[in-house]
């Protein structure tokens, strides 16, 4: 492969199996600075998802709420490693107790996290939701205080927020092969990446069509969310490989909405 983003359309020659209800479509391309390729699902970032919370939000427990408040806060947030727990122990202290609703509740730690096994920290729950969820009538304003005293401080949305908090729904997975070389798949995030909870969960935004109903498609929703993943000039590759799909399906009078 050349410095071009590539279309990878994958198929099977196997005749016995059953094809997928839906094909996916996904783009490589190759790392300018190490040895790494990217693996950019097009299907999804293409198309029309986008945040429905406090719009018909059904939320990730295993009953489907009308319009959660909780939305997918309803069980904290693991943290991926010691840079994500520095990183959110410093945006919590940066909370003044107007922006945190739950910063004085008992029991309640100044970093609002717990290390719920060795090594491995989340955020602490309250009420059945993450601790710096506030509730609808906050006076500081209704819903995540990391989001909020951000978007005040003319921050980017996400950039107080733990690493999960800060990709989902796209997620980011490395694989390493004996050589050395590193497959980043940058898709999704699936029901099964909820680990045990998300054959439990009677809703989850994805992959249900209420929230597919996006202005422009997820790569322009999120752009500083996916810059954060892959750095600038990747970023850049994928948005130009985008961009001439969508004017290739214009020319072709192909579907266009995504």
Known sequence: ????????????????ITPPTERREWISIED???????????TFLAGRWTCIWG?????????????????????????????DRVN???SAGSLSTSEWQRATRPGVRPSGLIEAEPGS????????????????????????????????????ATSLKPEVCRQVPIRREDHLTET?????????????????????MAWWCVDSPEAQVGEVPV??????ELREITGPTVHAWLVDSLVSRQEARRRTGGPDRR
Not at 122 to 141: E, I, K, M, S, Y
């Open 180 to 200: 050395g070389h590193v497959y980043t798949m940058v898709r999704a995030w699936l029901r099964e990446d909820w680990a045990e909870g998300g054959a439990d």
């Open 121 to 156: 920290w989340r955020t602490q729950t309250v009420d059945g939701a993450c601790v710096f969820l506030n509730d609808p009538d906050h006076p500081g304003g209704s819903g995540c205080a990391f989001h909020l005293a951000a978007t005040d401080r003319g921050l980017p």
């Open 219 to 224: 790569y322009r929703a999120l752009e500083h």
């Open 32 to 42: 300018p600075t190490e040895a790494r390729t990217w693996l950019f699902d097009v």
């Open 1 to 16: 492969m050349g410095d071009e983003p590539t279309a990878v359309h994958i198929r099977s020659a196997r005749t016995d």
């Open 55 to 83: 719009q018909g939000c059904g939320g990730i427990g295993s009953v489907a709420e009308e319009n959660s408040h909780a939305g997918c806060c309803s069980q904290g947030a693991w943290l991926s490693d010691e840079a």
């Open 88 to 90: 959110v122990e410093r």
